[in-house]
C-alpha cells in the first residue's frame, strides 16, 4: 500500500513473481504517468502495459494486448510490471533463464510470471487411438487448448464462457491437417529513453498465443519477428 492512508492508498502492488500488479483505485491519468515514468528508468524492468481506460503512454502496450480487459468482477490492475530475464549462457536460452522476481524465494527454488520464453512455452503431449503417432505440431498449442481438444474427442458439449476458449487441435487426430499459423507483432511508441514494450506471437484463426514480451535485449526469447505491426 502507496500513500498516507493504508485505509485509501494512492497505488496498491501486488506481487506476482515474475511480474507485478500495480492498482491505481483512483484511475488518476497523472499517478499513473509518474509510476509509468519511475518503472521506465529501472533496469530491472522488461515491459510495461497500462490499463486502456487510463490512456497511452509512451513505452507502453495497453493491458487488451494481452487479453487483460475482461468481464471478471475483481479489479483489473492499472498497470502490468513484467521483470526483466536473462540466461546463464547455455546453448538453449530457455533452459538457464534467470528472472527478476517479486518473491520470498531463494535463488534456485524456482519462479514463473514472467514474459520470457523460459516461462511462456511448455511441453504438451497426448496418446491414444484419438491422436496421431510421433506427431510433433509446429502449430502454437496452450493448456487453454487442452480441455476444448478432450471435450471434442469425447464428445462432449461443454458451456464456454468468456472469450479465451482456445481450440481444439484437430492436427494431432489422424487425417488432420495443420492449421496456418499467422505471426503476430506489437511494439508501443519509443518512450523518451528509446524503450519500448514488445510483444511477439502466434494466431491460429481467432486463437492467439503469446510468445514473449518485455524490452528488447531483457526479456530472454523475444525475438522481434517480420509480421504487421499494430
Do not use: W
Amino acid at each position: 500500500m502507496i500513500g498516507p492512508d493504508r485505509a485509501n492508498p494512492v497505488v496498491v502492488v501486488a506481487s506476482n513473481g515474475g511480474s507485478d500488479l500495480v492498482y491505481v483505485p483512483g484511475k488518476d491519468h497523472v499517478v499513473v504517468g509518474r509510476i509509468v515514468d519511475a518503472l521506465l528508468a529501472q533496469d530491472y524492468v522488461s515491459g510495461l502495459f497500462v490499463d486502456d481506460e487510463l490512456g497511452s503512454f509512451p513505452g507502453t502496450l495497453s493491458t487488451s494486448s494481452i487479453n487483460l480487459n475482461g468481464a471478471s468482477r475483481t479489479p483489473r490492475p492499472s498497470i502490468v510490471i513484467n521483470f526483466r530475464s536473462y540466461s546463464t549462457g547455455c546453448e538453449q536460452p530457455v533452459l538457464c533463464t534467470v528472472e527478476v522476481a517479486d518473491t520470498v524465494l531463494q535463488q534456485g527454488q524456482g519462479m514463473h510470471g514472467s514474459f520470457s520464453r523460459a516461462d511462456t512455452m511448455n511441453f504438451m503431449a497426448a496418446i491414444g487411438p484419438d491422436f496421431k503417432s510421433g506427431f510433433v505440431t509446429e502449430a502454437p498449442v496452450s493448456n487453454a487448448d487442452m480441455g476444448k481438444t478432450i471435450a471434442h474427442v469425447l464428445g462432449l458439449k461443454i458451456p464456454l464462457h468468456g472469450m479465451l476458449m482456445g481450440r481444439v487441435t484437430e492436427e494431432a487426430f489422424p487425417n488432420g491437417a495443420s492449421p496456418q499459423v499467422e505471426a503476430l507483432l506489437m511494439r508501443s511508441k519509443p518512450a523518451l529513453n528509446g524503450l519500448e514494450t514488445v510483444l511477439v506471437g502466434q494466431r491460429v484463426g481467432q486463437t492467439t498465443y503469446f510468445d514473449a514480451a518485455g524490452f528488447p535485449g531483457r526479456s530472454v526469447g523475444l525475438e522481434v519477428r517480420k509480421a504487421a505491426s499494430r
